[in-house]
C-alpha cells in the first residue's frame, strides 16, 4: 500500500460527458502528479501541483483540468471526452520542494472507460 | 532534456534464468534513475533508484541496477527469475523543469517467466 487513494477504481462513461477522478496523497506529501497510462501513448505525464499551486504541466489536453485543495487532495477533471481518452489515469505524490529526489508514490489508478 | 529508451518491450525468461532488463538514458545534467515494477491491474511500486551515490544499486525483490555513466545505461537485473517476477518493468528519469521535478517514463518492458 503507496498510500495514495484514488476514486473511483472504475469509470464508464460515453462520449461527450465528464467525469472527476479523485486522488488524495500520502500523508505528509505536498506534490501531486497525474499521469495518464494507454497503450499506444504509453505511461504520459499530465501536470503536477504542489502545495495548492499549479507547477508543471505535460501533455495535459485543453479538455482537461486539474486543481489542489488545501487539504492537498487532488481533482482531475476530464470534459467533452472521447473515445481515445479510455486510458488508465495514475495519481502519484512525493514529498516536494528541495528534499525531493523525484521518487514517486503511486495510486493504484482510475480506469476510464469511454463509450 | 531527459529521457529514457528501453529496449526490448517484451523479455522472455525461464524460471531461475538471469533477468536482464536494458534502459539507457539522455540527460545534460547527472541523472536521477528509477526503475518501476507494475503487476497486473495495480499502481506502479519502486525496485530501486540511483541517486549519484554508490553505482551499484540494490532494490526490493532481489533486484538491482548498474548505472554506467559510459554507456548511459542503467540495466536492471536479477540472477535468478521467479513466476512472480511476471509484470512491466518501467525504466524512468527524473526531470528538472524550472522548479519542478517530475519522472519522465520509458515506454516499458513486459517479462514473462516461463516454467
Known amino acids: 500500500d503507496s498510500g495514495v487513494t484514488q476514486t473511483p477504481k472504475h469509470l464508464i462513461t460515453a462520449t461527450g460527458q465528464r467525469v472527476t477522478l479523485r486522488c488524495s496523497p500520502r500523508?505528509?506529501?505536498?506534490?501531486v502528479y497525474w499521469y495518464q497510462q494507454s497503450l499506444d501513448q504509453g505511461l504520459q505525464f499530465l501536470i503536477q501541483?504542489?502545495?495548492?499551486?499549479?507547477?508543471a504541466k505535460g501533455n495535459i489536453l485543453e479538455r482537461f483540468s486539474a486543481q489542489q485543495f488545501p487539504d492537498l487532495h487532488s481533482e482531475l477533471n476530464l470534459s467533452s471526452l472521447e473515445l481515445g481518452d479510455s486510458a488508465l489515469y495514475f495519481c502519484?505524490?512525493?514529498?516536494?520542494?528541495?528534499?525531493?529526489?523525484?521518487?514517486?508514490?503511486f495510486g493504484e489508478g482510475s480506469r476510464l472507460t469511454v463509450l | 532534456a531527459q529521457s529514457v529508451t528501453q529496449l526490448g518491450s517484451h523479455v522472455s525468461v525461464s524460471e531461475g534464468a538471469l533477468v536482464l532488463l536494458r534502459c539507457n538514458y539522455s540527460?545534460?545534467?547527472?541523472?536521477?534513475l528509477f526503475w518501476y515494477v507494475q503487476y497486473p491491474n495495480q499502481g506502479l511500486q519502486l525496485l530501486l533508484k540511483?541517486?549519484?551515490?554508490?553505482?551499484l544499486v540494490k532494490g526490493i525483490n532481489g533486484f538491482e541496477a548498474e548505472f554506467k555513466k559510459s554507456e548511459t545505461s542503467f540495466h536492471l537485473t536479477k540472477p535468478s527469475a521467479h513466476m512472480s517476477d511476471a509484470a512491466e518493468y518501467f525504466c524512468?528519469?527524473?526531470?528538472?523543469?524550472?522548479?519542478?521535478?517530475?519522472?519522465?517514463f520509458g515506454s516499458g518492458t513486459q517479462l514473462t517467466v516461463l516454467p
Open positions: 540527460s545534460s545534467v547527472p541523472p536521477y
Open positions: 501541483y504542489y502545495n495548492g499551486e499549479e507547477r
Open positions: 500523508s505528509g506529501d505536498l506534490s
Open positions: 540511483y541517486t549519484s551515490a554508490a553505482t
Open positions: 524512468a528519469v527524473r526531470t528538472l523543469s524550472g522548479s519542478a521535478r517530475q519522472l519522465t
Open positions: 502519484a505524490s512525493s514529498i516536494g520542494g528541495g528534499a525531493n529526489t523525484g521518487e514517486l508514490f
